[in-house]
């Protein structure tokens, strides 16, 4: 497996780090967490809000689509 940093498609916009990482899992990707700007929050509350140009911080074997 490898970390990937892949940008999060806007239809995460507003939602929750849970529902977006539930969405990663059926790819077989684990989402570890966040980078927003400079910041990089590891493990973030399930209930964290995704914003616009956030990013994810992902492990899986292949990058994710």
Known sequence: SEMYRV???EEYIG???REY???MLDEAASVIGIAR???NITNPDPEFEIKAGDEAFVVSREPPR
Do not use: E, L, M
């Open 37 to 39: 700007g400079s910041d």
């Open 21 to 23: 990482a539930v969405r």
């Open 15 to 17: 939602k929750s780090f």
């Open 7 to 9: 940008r999060i498609d």
